[in-house]
């Protein structure tokens, strides 16, 4: 059984506190509400014309949405 990073553990624990069912589905539904933010939050980005700017607004954009996406990942992988 693979442990979950602090962060996983964190996000895990806040969708927890409001099961009512034990059997509830909280790492699935806490996955999806993380990649549902990621995809709002930090969109992978459209065509846009470049500039060094741009570029770093771009970079950052996708390795926050890597971020948020490992961690729904790691949340999704069975225990």
Not at 4 to 11: D, G
Not at 20 to 42: E, K, P
């Amino acid at each position: 059984m693979r442990e979950l990073s602090s962060i996983a553990q964190a996000v895990l624990a806040a969708a927890q506190k409001y099961e009512i069912d034990h059997q509830c589905y909280s790492r699935q539904i806490a996955a999806a509400a993380i990649r549902a933010a990621a995809d709002q939050v930090a969109p992978l980005p459209g065509r846009y014309p470049m500039n060094d700017y741009m570029d770093g607004i771009r970079d950052t954009k996708q390795d926050l949405h890597k971020q948020l996406c490992a961690i729904a990942t790691e949340l999704e992988v069975p225990q």
